[in-house]
């Protein structure tokens, strides 16, 4: 008797923590992401983020674009900037879960056009409610090989509402599907997040 008591309150147990966990993993959100900000832009080495409207390039530097862009080699680099933030706070009756970024295999898309790929390989541990630290990415492109239907005046326009001194980056979106360890194991995204600065994305 002593041991069927004993079998019944572990199954019973073993019934709870199953229920326990299911629970807590139905009730496990998914990382979510937006691009914060782009720093350092440059085209063909003339610093971009200075400067507020086409009108504010030096003439020697006009030369220079101008040259770059009938030669089709308007070399452009930048830093875009990500946040991932972790909405497991514990909030809603879950319990606080933290997550980590394990890798963020990712796809830039300048005004739709799909340009370069890469992958962010550092792990990046997220508490429960908390955001990361901006997360950089390197980005180094031609935008004469990207944007193919546009003359020089609206490529520089394009270049300073992505990078200049009144950017707001609307114009840039990073399709990515994150690689995540949480509790219950690794996760990886079954589809690609579309990362905007507009909000925090998890879909």
Known sequence: MRTLLIVGLLLLTSCANVRQMANSLMSLRDMQFRIVRVEN??????DVSR???ISDVSAMDAIRLADAFRSKRLTTTFTVYLEARNPNDGGGGGKPADLTLKELPWQLYIDGKQTISGAIRKEIAIPGGQT?????????????????????DELMS???SIGG???????????????????????????????????????
């Open 41 to 46: 832009m440059r085209v063909v080495g003339v």
């Open 158 to 160: 394009l270049a300073l």
């Open 165 to 203: 001194v009144n950017a707001e980056p609307t114009k840039l979106m990073v399709e990515a599907t994150p690689v995540v360890n949480t509790p219950f194991g690794v996760w990886k995204s079954p589809s690609p997040i579309r990362i905007v600065n507009t909000e925090f994305r998890s879909r």
């Open 132 to 152: 990361s630290a901006p997360i950089p990415i390197e980005i180094e492109v031609d935008l004469t090989k990207v944007i193919t239907d546009r003359g020089y």
């Open 51 to 53: 400067l507020r409207s």
